[in-house]
């Protein structure tokens, strides 16, 4: 094993580390399933794969995800096992701008259609559509990309809810004016990370002199 990949693999552990921290700390709790809350980690696991490329950084934000359910005890409450997923996606989608990604939001909304509660709520599935419109302006705004993320997340997240656990409609379109609120919390909570992320190991760089090729950090929010 090459000196790099150690140290690659070092770097990843310890953004696992930090990950499995953020898990502990909820901010809310998850609408309609009263032991599942949204932790830091939400803001957290989509940055990832952007530091060490879309492979390396989903197989990490695995590795937390299940590190944590093992810690919690293999919950096999299938709201829990659920919310393994969504983040995985999110992940890919803030990587890296890709046209492929955006097949996940166009997938979840005819799923969540093709469901009896989802014809009637035909309308929530509408909010999948950010991620696709975020894609165009994926480049200039930082919050367009979180955005486009979270609601990626979200778009997996739905699908799957409403054909696990076959949620009302009603139910649906009562969240319709909270979803807003939650993902732009989300959004910008992942937009900070990021940047706080990108300044500190930036800055950590130009300091200490660490060498780290396989860290790819945006040079518009780094410390030079």
Known sequence: MSKELQKKLLFIALFVLVGIGAMQVPFSQLIGAKSIRFSLFDFYGPIVAAFVGSIWGVAAVAIMQLANWAWHGFNTDLGAIIRLFPILFA??????????????????????????????????????????????????????????????????????WIWGLNMKAALWIGLIPIVWKERLLMAIGIMFTYLAFNYLLSAAQAKFGLKLPFVKLNPKYTKI
């Open 91 to 160: 992940a890919l989608y803030f990587a890296k701008k890709s046209r492929l990604v955006l097949l996940v939001p166009t997938i979840a909304m005819i799923a969540f259609w093709a469901h009896p509660e989802g014809r009637i709520a035909w309308y929530y599935a509408l909010y999948w559509l950010i991620p696709i419109l975020a894609y165009f302006l994926y480049d200039r705004f930082l919050i367009a990309r979180a955005l486009g993320a979270t609601f990626t997340a979200h778009a997996v997240g739905g699908a799957l």
